[in-house]
């Protein structure tokens, strides 16, 4: 990775030398002139304010191109597989078969979401050697092709994030990365666990800072979640909502500084924006991994879950709104908020039209109660979610990478022109809300080789409230 030292910061000494350089002079001068006075004043404040300027100002950060996993179709497992796996397994009672079937029916996936193989197994292998075996599939899967679209190597890369919740191994899966495709010695890798499902965008946050002081650089981010170590033998229902939910997945992603990525690249990173509601006992505990009264490890989704999410999505529309919302609809926000707080708290608040803002919205495929939620909260309308449902339907619930499978649906639609701009929206255990904002800087006619390159023309498909199956 290049050093630190890049040009902004050059310009920040360079310009202050100038003005040092101006000063020396004028005190040299036996008997300024008003005239000198005034070009030294210019000098000296010209070269502060554009040494400011270029200090503050942060570098371009590009999304070069991206890939997504596409699992095997021996992986795949339709409703009657997965219920008659569940009624084999002597650790499920019947209560616990008959609430995932409903879990199933009321879900919004489809028939060829799939598991990984040591999941096909009686019982369900969950061990660290199937755990890896899995990461090293889905992960060098999903890099494989990245790397062939873009025509990058190893060596290339000077920063690696993997982001993944439930799986931690030593050495990490970041060092499994480095170690496939032999990266160089002074590459920066990073893994994030126990972050949840919005940790692609927190992976994302990091590679922003980490190329905005290390010029002329190239990032490959890794997001999945490995779920054959974590599958949940027990008969709690609040923790067998992930058994039913949870499908495997990846992305891949190159981001870079480079200015000769300019011409190369798909996107262009305009916004990051975090919120943590952790200090709130309720949000912090909605999403828990923890063990039931047998000792079975599970993670466990709170009744309080799509409350919550509602709370953690408020606060990060109130902090991206002013920047991407045009004036407007700003005002009548403004308006409304004074109207609340100086007439009456009963007033109806006033929800901005964020499709003033954006052209494409991606939306966390965590399930039909989450996708529903955030429709009804933002005023969006059917279209407007149709990447995130089709993408529960056709993936499931693959974590942090849904929102690169639904960014996929919108380009194999043909539907990405250039200058649009698509909001990621993703929520993950602690509790957090996460966005990323992209503008396009080409237009894009449906990638080759892409997740959806086989099912495409069958979608957009009806999606009923309950799927009857026996």
Not at 420 to 427: A, H, K, L, Y
Not at 448 to 460: A, H, K
């Amino acid at each position: 990775m290049s050093p630190a030292f890049n040009h902004y910061k050059l310009a920040g000494i360079i310009l202050p030398s100038i003005a040092a350089a101006a000063i020396v002079a004028f005190f040299l001068l036996p008997f300024p002139t008003p005239k000198q006075t005034l070009i030294f004043l210019s000098t000296t404040v010209s070269a502060c304010a554009a040494a400011a300027f270029l200090l503050s100002r942060p570098q371009p950060v590009y999304l070069i191109d991206y890939a997504c996993l596409r699992p095997l179709r021996t992986c795949r497992v339709p409703f009657a597989t997965y219920m008659e796996h569940v009624r084999l397994c002597d650790f499920f009672d019947e209560k616990s078969v008959q609430f995932q079937m409903r879990i199933l029916e009321r879900s919004g996936l489809g028939e060829e979401t799939c598991l990984p193989p040591p999941n096909h197994y009686l019982p369900p292998l969950r061990s660290l050697e199937g755990g890896r075996a899995e990461a090293e599939l889905v992960v060098f899967s999903a890099v494989d092709e990245l790397f062939a679209k873009t025509g990058m190597e190893g060596k290339d890369v000077d920063a690696v994030v993997v982001n993944c919740s439930l799986f931690a191994p030593t050495p990490s899966m970041a060092d499994m990365v480095v170690n496939k495709y032999k990266m160089r010695g002074d590459v920066r890798a990073y893994n994030l666990s126990g972050m949840g499902c919005s940790a692609g965008i927190i992976a994302l946050d990091l590679v922003r800072q980490l190329l905005q002081v290390h010029s002329k650089s190239n990032a490959l981010i890794i997001s999945t979640e490995i779920l054959s170590p974590n599958y949940y033998a027990g008969k709690t229902r609040p923790m067998l909502l992930p058994n039913c939910l949870f499908r495997m997945g990846a992305s891949a992603s190159l981001l870079s500084n480079h200015p000769a990525s300019r011409r190369l690249c798909k996107y262009r990173l305009l916004h990051v924006i975090r919120t943590h509601r952790g200090s709130d006992d309720r949000s912090f505990h909605c999403v828990n991994q923890q063990e039931d009264s047998f000792g079975q490890v599970g993670i466990s989704l709170s009744k309080d879950l799509m409350a919550v999410a509602a709370d953690s999505l408020r606060s990060n529309i109130t902090a991206i709104g002013p920047l991407v919302l045009p004036a407007s609809e700003q005002l009548r926000f403004l308006l409304a908020l004074i109207a609340r707080r100086a007439i009456s708290s009963s007033w109806p608040p006033y929800i901005p039209d964020f499709r003033k803002a954006f052209d494409h919205f991606c939306i966390h495929a965590g399930g039909r109660a989450v996708i529903d939620e955030l429709q009804r909260s933002l005023r969006l309308k059917p279209g407007d979610v149709e990447a995130s449902r089709m993408t529960l339907h056709r993936f499931g619930n693959t974590s942090s990478s849904s929102l690169w499978y639904e960014l996929a649906y919108v380009e194999a639609k043909g539907r990405m022109r250039k200058g649009d701009r698509v909001w990621m929206i993703g929520f993950g255990s602690g509790f957090k809300c996460n966005s990323a904002v992209w503008r396009c800087v080409r237009t894009v006619d449906g990638p080759p080789n892409g997740p959806w390159d086989d099912c495409v023309d069958r979608y957009p498909v009806e999606v009923p409230e309950v799927v009857t199956f026996s």
